[in-house]
């Protein structure tokens, strides 16, 4: 095959890419600006950002008042988000983008962040509480449904009981954890894709609990 074949190869995969309708959502939770980079709090951006810096994927165009960008994932073609609304109020882009795009909650895939669980520990679920989590709460609320897909990436538990919640999740991974939460953040994306691929019982049983 010489090189002119292969690039038109590949400007056919491209095109039939694109043909493809958007069937999936998948959602990186995490507070816009970079005093928030590297927080807790931040996982499933962070999950996101690193799937682009691997993949080339853009994830830029600010629509339904969070960051988007169109790829495939799992053999489908989906729409990646970050909203920028602060995790509070995460639903409102979650809402939207699902609305014009006719996306069901079952195809929304949420990832974020778990203080529940160690640091680099991942939990998949097909749909549930919210646990405490206050973006997945808005979720809940706007699409009125707890009936969709989340991957928790775990960022390790409070270091006493009275430690005030919102100053751990707003603060950074020191050094010796940045490799742990690189891979978790890493297997969250490759988790999603499995979800599309197969389903959600398939991607707990390969990812739930799994750690560097």
Request: proline share 4%; net charge positive.
């Amino acid at each position: 095959m010489s090189i002119f074949d292969i690039f038109k190869k590949l400007d056919e995969e491209k095109a039939a890419k694109a043909s493809q309708p958007i069937e999936w959502i998948v959602v990186g939770l995490g507070n816009p600006g970079t005093k928030y980079d590297n927080t807790r709090h931040n996982a499933g951006f962070r999950a996101l950002e690193g799937y682009c810096a691997r993949s080339g994927q853009k994830i830029d165009r600010m629509k339904f008042k969070a960051l988007a960008g169109e790829g495939m994932l799992g053999g489908k073609r989906v729409l990646f988000l970050k909203p920028q609304t602060f995790m509070n109020l995460s639903g409102e882009a979650v809402r939207d983008t699902a609305s014009f795009y006719k996306i069901p909650p079952e195809h929304i895939i949420v990832l974020s962040d778990d203080v529940s669980l160690d640091v680099g520990t991942l939990r998949v679920r097909a749909k549930g509480s919210a646990g405490g989590q206050n973006g997945l709460k808005n979720i809940i609320y706007h699409l009125n449904s707890e009936d969709f897909p989340r991957v928790k990436i775990g960022v390790g538990k409070k270091p006493r009981p009275d430690y005030d919640l919102a100053a751990w999740v707003l603060g950074k991974f020191p050094a010796e954890e940045q490799k742990a939460i690189d891979k978790a953040c890493e297997d969250a994306v490759n988790a999603a894709a499995c979800i599309i691929a197969e389903d959600c019982a398939a991607a707990a049983q390969k990812f739930n609990g799994k750690r560097i």
